[in-house]
T-cell receptor, first 116, second 113 residues
């Protein structure tokens, strides 16, 4: 069965410091990969996605992620965080095998807490 | 910017009661989804809906659950007889194509007492 693991439930970081949120997945078929962000009292918003091509993907708000097939990882990075980046971040996959499904499989989320 | 809306934002109900959660999709979207998140757990897929029928459902989506698009605009999730374990945040999502970005609503928090 497919699964997504976000080992860090919470990541505290000071403003303007770099941050990396980790995501690993397990799947017997190829996958598409996503990062979503959830600000307080709001829905999930897509940050970035990897479907194919370059393994380094740039998203909104200065975030980027790198797909590493050999390590089955899709870690999210930002070189300098702001207070406004404080939110819950979810890694997700959808299976890529002939269009049979497009449901998202989510990790448990990582709370990024940016401190002044 | 178009967005997905959900009503109510919070629903409190007694165990055994029926609830209907409503979602208004983005106007040209064709694919609709429900996900839920039990407090402290991961977001889980419930069901996807396309062309007025269910295209995929999870093992969570049993006979107590149903979905429909009654008037061509709202997309609803009905739970016929709620259980305590149905307490969760329910998210509606919609997309314009099969592998297009899924846009999520703000969620409905369901509390079953």
């Amino acid at each position: 069965a497919q699964s997504v693991t976000q080992l860090d439930s919470q990541v505290p970081v000071f403003e303007e410091a770099p941050v990396e949120l980790r995501c690993n997945y397990s799947s017997s078929v190829s996958v598409y990969l996503f990062w979503y962000v959830q600000y307080p009292n709001q829905g999930l918003q897509l940050l970035l996605k990897y479907l194919s091509g370059s393994t380094l993907v740039k998203g909104i708000n200065g975030f980027e992620a790198e797909f590493n097939k050999s390590q089955t990882s899709f870690h999210l990075r930002k070189p300098s965080v702001h207070i406004s980046d404080t939110a819950e971040y979810f890694c997700a996959v959808t299976l890529n095998y002939g269009g049979a499904t497009n449901k998202l499989i989510f990790g448990t989320g990582t709370l990024l807490a940016v401190q002044p | 910017e178009p967005e997905v809306t959900q009503t109510p934002s919070h629903q409190v109900t007694q165990m055994g009661q029926e609830v209907i959660l409503r979602c208004v999709p983005i106007s040209n979207h064709l694919y609709f989804y429900w996900y839920r998140q039990i407090l402290g757990q991961k977001v889980e897929f419930l069901v996807s809906f396309y062309n007025n029928e269910i295209s995929e459902k999870s093992e969570i989506f049993d006979d107590q659950f149903s979905v429909e698009r009654p008037d061509g605009s709202n997309f609803t999730l009905k739970i016929r007889s709620t259980k305590l374990e149905d307490s969760a945040m329910y998210f509606c999502a919609t997309s314009g194509g099969f592998f297009n970005e899924q846009f999520f609503g703000p969620g409905t928090r369901l509390t079953v007492l």
